[in-house]
């Protein structure tokens, strides 16, 4: 079955990090890109970033660009997200996603995780 379950959300302050983690079966993670984006209450579920399989490209939205960063561990089938320089406007359920490009589009990707929540006070 395939399977994504991110890990690492939670509350921090503003200016502060969170790292989360998002598990993959490997059927659901062995030859694919992964993608993360996030969803703020009453918003659209918009692109934070993604990587290629072999993990040599990467991509990021221009609002997280310099403060976030993507990588994956295949060895692990775990795709990471190290997020730095959190603001209030960061708060947002994250979800992991797996598909065959890594593209902005969330139409683009196959499987999709539960999400975890990131809550960044001010």
């Known amino acids: 079955q395939e399977q994504l379950v991110e890990s690492g959300g939670g509350l921090v302050p503003a200016g502060g990090s969170l790292r989360l983690s998002c598990a993959a079966s490997?059927?659901?993670?062995?030859?694919?890109?992964m993608g993360w984006f996030r969803q703020a209450p009453g918003q659209e579920r918009d692109f934070v970033a993604a990587?290629?399989?072999?993990?040599?490209?990467?991509y990021y939205a221009d609002s997280v660009k310099g403060r976030f960063t993507i990588s994956r561990d295949n060895a692990k089938n775990t795709v990471y997200l190290q997020m730095n320089s959190l603001n209030p406007e960061d708060t947002a359920v994250y979800f992991c996603?797996?598909?065959?490009?890594?593209?902005?589009?969330?139409?683009?990707?196959?499987?999709w995780g539960q999400g975890t929540q990131v809550t960044v006070s001010s």
């Open positions: 996603t797996a598909g065959m490009y890594p593209q902005s589009d969330s139409q683009s990707y196959d499987y």
């Open positions: 490997r059927r659901t993670f062995s030859g694919y890109a």
């Open positions: 990587i290629s399989w072999s993990g040599e490209d990467t």
